[in-house]
């Protein structure tokens, strides 16, 4: 069993960077790949970016790439995702999620954590 929990969320201005985490517990052998997702008020839920968890590759929403960068320290059981240049409309509830699966099917998900920018 895997289980993930967000953190470093909050208010921030227009401009500013905010790191988030998501610390993975249990069997993180069985990772396939890590993501993050957000959902904006209102919104649908939308891809953020996407990393395996041995091989490190990623791929990212093409609106976002070049500003977020998706990491991960598998010794931390550990994923990132650094977001630069925040804009207004990168408010949204940000979740890390997994899967053990394979590709298409994150079936762990974490808490959320509220990332609110002002402008």
């Known amino acids: 069993q895997v289980q993930l929990v967000e953190s470093g969320g909050g208010l921030v201005q227009a401009g500013d960077s905010l790191r988030l985490s998501c610390a993975a517990s249990?069997?993180?052998?069985?990772?396939?790949?890590m993501a993050w997702f957000r959902q904006a008020p209102g919104k649908e839920r939308e891809f953020v970016a996407v990393?395996?968890?041995?091989?490190?590759?990623?791929n990212y929403q093409e609106s976002l790439k070049g500003r977020f960068t998706i990491s991960r320290d598998n010794a931390k059981n550990a994923v990132y995702l650094e977001m630069n240049s925040l804009k207004p409309e990168d408010t949204a509830v940000y979740y890390c999620a997994a899967t053990v699966v394979g590709p298409g099917e994150w079936d762990v998900w974490g808490q959320g954590t509220q990332v609110t920018v002002s402008s």
């Open positions: 990393i395996t968890w041995n091989g490190g590759s990623t």
């Open positions: 249990g069997r993180t052998s069985r990772i396939y790949a």
